[in-house]
Nanobody, 127 residues
Framework: QVQLVESGGGLVQPGGSLRLSCVVS????????IGWFRQAPGKEREGVSC????????HYPDSVKGRFTVSRDIAKNTVYLQMNNLKPEDTAVYYC????????????????????WGKGTPVTVSS
């Protein structure tokens, strides 16, 4: 059965870095797209990256472009999100999800279209 497990969140100072991991099971990473989303209190779930299963193409919104980098290790069934130059507005619970229905929800950062989610890992950027 499809499962996703995030890790790597924590407390970091502004300007610092974190590397999140998403370990998936039940499928290989070259089959489904993986999206990273975040949700801050009182806010809707917001996409911050997408990596396509078919070819590894990546997409980012303007809010994180140049600071966040998504990558994958297919052999380890793990997707990574490297977050640099973190800002207080990056504070949120970060989730990885997969669009297992062969849609475009990941590409367009449509949280409602994602089929499976991890439990999330919290990231707090102080000040």
């Amino acid at each position: 059965q499809v499962q996703l497990v995030e890790s790597g969140g924590g407390l970091v100072q502004p300007g610092g870095s974190l590397r999140l991991s998403c370990v998936v099971s039940g499928f290989t990473l070259d089959r489904y797209d993986i999206g990273w989303f975040r949700q801050a209190p009182g806010k809707e779930r917001e996409g911050v990256s997408c990596i396509r299963g078919s070819d590894g193409t990546t997409h980012y919104p303007d809010s994180v472009k140049g600071r966040f980098t998504v990558s994958r290790d297919i052999a380890k069934n793990t997707v990574y999100l490297q977050m640099n130059n973190l800002k207080p507005e990056d504070t949120a619970v970060y989730y990885c999800g997969t669009d297992a229905a062969y849609g475009s929800s990941c590409f367009f950062f449509r949280a409602s279209g994602m089929d499976y989610w991890g439990k999330g890992t919290p990231v707090t950027v102080s000040s």
